[in-house]
């Protein structure tokens, strides 16, 4: 159960991250612009949308693929096994279609519907997440 919450967890702060990036190019764009930060509309819920699929696609593929970790997974201890090491255009698509599929519908609850606790973007790209808790205790 403790695994789960810290996989939870994990994700919320990865979705934490993306909103303060989002924020910082909003904040950029209007200085850019020479608007006012008080006198910038609120844009509409589908550009909105828009951009957090397109902020959350670049942020799990760039993370993930230079570093096999997000933020949230760095400060809960975890790491993506099972990503090519050997050719760059494999590691890419790997991380490629890990990251589509984390835009399935409902497809963070897949957690809950297996028993060895594999998401659908890990079964998916052949990758898995674990624990590198145990890995630091040995050392």
């Avoid at 570093?67 to 494999?90: P, V």
Wanted: aromatic share 16%.
């Amino acid at each position: 159960m403790i695994y789960l919450i810290r996989r939870f967890a994990s994700a919320y702060i990865d979705a934490i991250v993306v909103m303060f990036l989002i924020l910082i190019y909003q904040i950029l764009t209007a200085v850019f612009k020479g608007e006012a930060l008080y006198n910038i509309d609120s844009p509409s819920a589908d550009y909105w949308l828009v951009l957090q699929l397109i902020f959350l696609f670049i942020y799990y593929l760039t993370s993930e693929f230079f570093f096999n970790r997000t933020i949230g997974k760095m400060i809960f201890k975890f790491r993506i096994t099972g990503l090519e090491k050997s050719l760059k255009a494999k590691l890419l698509k790997q991380v490629l279609l890990r990251t589509i599929s984390r835009f399935i519908p409902l497809e963070p609850f897949s957690i809950l519907l297996d028993e060895r606790r594999i998401m659908w973007h890990d079964k998916i790209s052949k990758t898995m997440v674990v624990d590198t808790r145990n890995d630091e205790k040995s050392v």
